[in-house]
């Protein structure tokens, strides 16, 4: 009855080889429906097809039912795949959704798939959290909107989702994590195979973290073994990515240790490995009790404990959500978070009384009857067969909507030549064509605009390879700042010897507005204690800065420090004071042919009235804000060309006032202050025309110029100098690579609308 209905299904998440939960779901969810719908094979074109999403690129080789792949944090990608799956004969859609599977912001690139899909899309939802950020309930909130149907897989979901997300109660679903159909068995003949024979046996499985309550396991298990000396508790999984990134295996020793110390290592058994379907089943078919000893209660799906559910298994848990629905009814055991002694008891008793034991395995494997994935792919088919005849004009007039704001196709932001120029010491300042000039050395400047630049890049796409070059630009400025007033030096030859004893005032605001950013946007916590540190010393120095661009630099970096220390009365004081000081300025030099706060108009121009902006919206004062847009829009208009192109102010002679305008040497640092100027404008007027204008001078890079020459090479990333009167500036030096990939950094972020990063 469903071919009919629903021709050909695609599904959006990871998918196997990967090893995650979520590859492993869309897999078995795949190869379900094809089998038990429509029983056909995923293979050969069959009736689903997959878009698979990666974290590594390169990394998987892929069964040919997958169609396309998306780079996590390749927002291109996610375009790609959704006129992948618009041109192709798929008629529904289903999302795996979990906000890390995706890149951006809480998972926010998902949208530039959704926003494209002209097929109805069915999103299943694998965490629904109850408290969640006011980011996270944003995406989701906007992700069931688009949505036409939202899956569960637990009735408490259903209703958070209703409660806390608005979604209608009509839209959702309630359809089990789905299982493999077990026989109810008896475990010693699996126990045999696996070395545990003759031994009580017990389970916990699933990737190895802190929130798991192994801690709490052990312990009860300490107070079993003297009575029950041949247990054996095997803790089978890898420790989580997460986890092995920030610390290594040291969480899993740790535990290894407290087994030791309790005197009970000869009972646990750590199996730290990927561990395949068959041999999960055997594991699970071999044990006696299964125990999801979890700390905290909102979890709303656990794959595992639906798989043990569905193998009989006798099952102790804490009561987070799905435990309590998938236990309800004399299906398990719950005990209270972190008791030892309720564990310890409900092990004891279930160790020692089979019939107790045997009881619970029935009513279990009873229950996990209904969750084997034939009934699970039928119900999903027959969803899906609802929505055969929902056309595409609900999607398209969702995009149209405007919730996508700047559709360019983004460029990848490559940084093949950003490493070039990077050595153990830092970015070295100028190049000759694309290759570095070690003649001129380092600069605090440069360090610190490629500070912000890598900081972004992890910000945004969680690109490991920037990691140790966020540390080099760091540990370049902590080395900078060599006086007890906190001032930077700035310049730096090739054999590291210092050309200054004190930077400009300008080199004192990049350094801090690097900082401030990189407190707020950390990739761990020594980068962020270190960079809040310097930040502190630097502030001292604030008082003395005399030129206009420095106090601008430091606002901005003031207003990112402020986001993770705002009760330091210390900056937002210094905040006060030099937005003051710039607003003056400008309020005192003004005229109505003249809206400049000096009589020359010369370098990184946009950072003003951006600064003037930020404060504005920061203080929540209304009259920088107001000075702020006049002077950005007047900026513009004084480099705009008769044909709308973006004519930069050159600075062979700069703008005087009274005086014709240089047009050359057009340099690439001023496109990308006038993009982060107007990203602030948009942000604090909503006045889409700022967006227009972002667009404007972001393509003065790729050829709108007044030269119609592109300054960039797209395959290294690297940005020519300039524009000469007589063609481009060959040489592709630090402060034009940083300007280039800060300003298409900053175009991405704007992609969805929800701007929050460097600008």
């Not at 798929?90 to 899909?117: M, S, T, W």
């Not at 020692?352 to 699970?376: C, F, K, S």
């Not at 969805?752 to 460097?758: C, I, K, L, N, V």
């Amino acid at each position: 009855m469903f071919r009919s209905q629903v021709v050909k299904i695609g599904i959006v998440g990871s998918y196997v080889p990967r090893r995650c939960g979520i590859a492993t779901f869309s897999n078995h969810l795949a190869k379900s429906i094809a089998e038990n719908a429509y029983k056909e094979s995923l293979s050969n074109g069959g009736p689903v097809r997959i878009v698979a999403v990666n974290d590594q690129d390169g990394a998987y080789q892929y069964g040919s039912e997958v169609m396309a792949e998306i780079g996590q944090h390749h927002r291109e990608d996610y375009r790609i795949a959704a006129e992948a799956l618009n041109i192709s004969r798929i008629d529904a859609v289903i999302l795996q959704h979990e906000y890390g599977l995706f890149g951006g912001d809480c998972g926010e690139y998902v949208f530039d798939l959704v926003d494209r899909l002209h097929k109805p899309l069915v999103a299943t939802l694998h965490t629904v959290l109850s408290d969640p950020t006011e980011r996270q309930l944003k995406v989701m909130k906007e992700l069931c909107e688009r949505c036409k149907v939202v899956v569960v897989m637990a009735d408490r979901a259903r209703t958070i989702l209703t409660d806390t997300y608005a979604v209608p109660r009509q839209r959702i679903r309630r359809i089990y994590h789905g299982v493999p159909d077990f026989a109810l068995e008896d475990t010693e003949k699996f126990k045999g195979i696996l070395g545990l024979a003759g031994r009580p046996t017990i389970l916990t499985f699933g990737l190895l973290s802190s929130n798991k309550g192994i801690e709490t396991m052990l312990d009860a298990l300490a107070r079993v073994v003297p009575d029950c000396p041949k247990v054996a508790y095997v803790v089978l999984g890898v420790t989580h990515p997460g986890v092995k990134r920030a610390s290594g295996e040291s969480y899993r020793m740790s535990l290894e240790r407290r087994a030791a110390r309790l005197g009970i290592h000869k009972n646990v058994i750590f199996h730290n490995r990927y561990v395949s379907d068959s041999d999960l089943c055997e594991y699970l078919q071999a044990a006696d009790l299964y125990v999801t000893p979890y700390r905290s209660k909102e979890q709303i799906t656990s794959g595992t404990l639906a798989y043990a559910v569905a193998a009989g298994k006798a099952i102790i848990s804490t009561p987070y959500w799905h435990a309590q629905e998938l236990l309800a009814d004399g299906r398990g055991r719950l005990v209270d978070f972190g008791s030892v002694d309720q564990l310890a008891d409900a092990l004891a008793e279930l160790l020692t009384d089979e019939a107790r034991r045997n009881a619970l395995r029935q009513a279990a494997h009873r229950h996990g009857r209904g969750m084997i994935w034939p009934r699970v792919a039928t119900e999903y088919v027959k969803t899906l067969g609802a929505l055969r005849d929902s056309i595409a004009a609900t999607a398209r007039a969702r995009a149209a909507e405007g919730k996508v704001l700047l559709r360019l196709s983004m460029p990848e932001a490559r940084t093949e030549h950003l490493f070039v120029m990077t050595d153990d010491t830092g970015i070295i300042q100028h190049a000759v064509y694309s290759l570095p000039d070690r003649t001129h050395g380092y600069s605090t400047d440069d360090n610190a605009r490629a500070l912000i630049v890598t900081s972004m890049m992890w910000s945004l796409f969680q690109n490991e390879r920037v990691l140790p070059h966020i540390k080099n630009y760091l540990s370049f400025l902590h080395h900078a700042q060599a006086h007890g007033d906190g001032r930077f030096r700035n310049f730096m030859s090739y054999d590291r010897r210092w050309f200054d004893e004190e930077g400009s005032d300008d080199c004192q605001g990049r350094a801090l507005w690097a900082l401030g950013y990189l407190a707020a946007h950390p990739p761990d916590d020594s980068t962020r204690m270190l960079a809040g540190r310097l930040f502190q010393q630097g502030l001292e120095s604030l008082h003395t800065l005399t030129s206009p661009r420095s106090w601008a630099f430091s606002i901005l970096g003031l207003n990112y420090y402020l986001r993770t220390a705002d009760s330091d009365t210390q900056a937002r004081a210094l905040l006060v004071e030099l937005a003051s000081k710039l607003n003056d300025a400008f309020a005192g030099h003004e005229a109505d042919d003249w809206l400049w706060l000096e009589d020359v108009v010369t370098y990184d121009n946009g950072r003003l009235p951006q600064a003037l902006l930020t404060a504005g919206c920061v203080l929540s004062e209304p009259s920088m804000v107001d000075r702020g847009l006049c002077v950005l829009r007047w900026l513009l208009e004084i480099q705009t060309a008769d044909e709308g192109t973006l004519s930069l102010i050159g600075n062979h002679g700069w703008l005087r006032r009274h005086g014709e305008r240089a047009r050359f040497d057009q340099q690439p640092l001023e496109p990308a202050a006038l993009i982060g100027a107007c990203k602030v404008a948009h942000r604090v007027s909503g006045d889409p025309k700022w967006l227009d204008e972002m667009r404007r001078c972001f393509e003065w890079y790729l050829g709108r110029n007044d030269l119609g020459l592109p300054l960039i090479d797209f395959k290294t990333g690297a940005c020519c100098d300039g524009l000469w009167a007589d063609g481009l500036n060959r040489n592709q030096g630090a402060e034009s690579v940083v300007s280039w990939l800060l300003s298409l950094l900053i175009m991405h972020e704007m992609q969805t609308g929800d701007a929050a990063h460097a600008g």
